[in-house]
């Protein structure tokens, strides 16, 4: 076989994979980002691992899915305004032996929840039911990380695709018309940059009260 042949017949690399395959040789930054990414993913999950709502009810033959629906404590013979206590009505249930039952999701805490039922004033400290203990105000602490966790890191990809967005669409534009634009666009970017990251978030936050006033 013609040598020359089988060197044509390969295909250059893409600057992706070159790029993937250098990244993969960091071990522990490759590592890293997969986990963040695995749990990033399972974050989207959480209601459904994390709540103080019930998954699924059965009451007196009825199923109830309070995840897609909203439903009273009077609907489950509960004498409550507003929405029952799931984990309580768990255990009424339990106790009844009348064949209903309620499924609650693994961590049966909510992230706006204040757990007043616990012993002592909050913060609690960590216990098997709440590792991390409780905040001042009694929320499962572990709760609010996991699902702060979600939010934090949505808004940082938000940023970034935002400003990524922006940055492309105004260097194209200084590229594409140049003369007088490229020119002032530069002189402005130069400016903006030399300023210090505080004076920057007290121009922006200035101009955010100003504009709440009027």
Known sequence: MDPEAVV?????????RRRLRKFRRIKRGYWSFVL???AYVASFFLPLLMNNVALAVRYQGRFFFPMVSFHAASEF????IGEPDYRALKETFAQAGAGDWV???PYPYGPNESLLDLPGNPPHPPSAA??????DRGRDVLVRLAYGFNISLTFALCVMLLGDGVGIIVGAAL?????AL???G???IEIWSSLPFLYTIIIVSSIKIGRAHV
Do not use: C, K, N
Not at 77 to 80: F, L, R, T
């Open 8 to 16: 044509s017949d390969r295909r250059p690399e893409s600057l992706f």
């Open 36 to 38: 963040i990414a695995i």
């Open 77 to 80: 013979g509960q004498s409550v």
């Open 103 to 105: 499924v609650m999701p």
């Open 130 to 135: 709440h590792p991390f203990g409780t905040d």
């Open 175 to 179: 590229g594409y018309f140049s003369g």
């Open 182 to 184: 490229d020119l002032l």
């Open 186 to 188: 530069q002189r402005f």
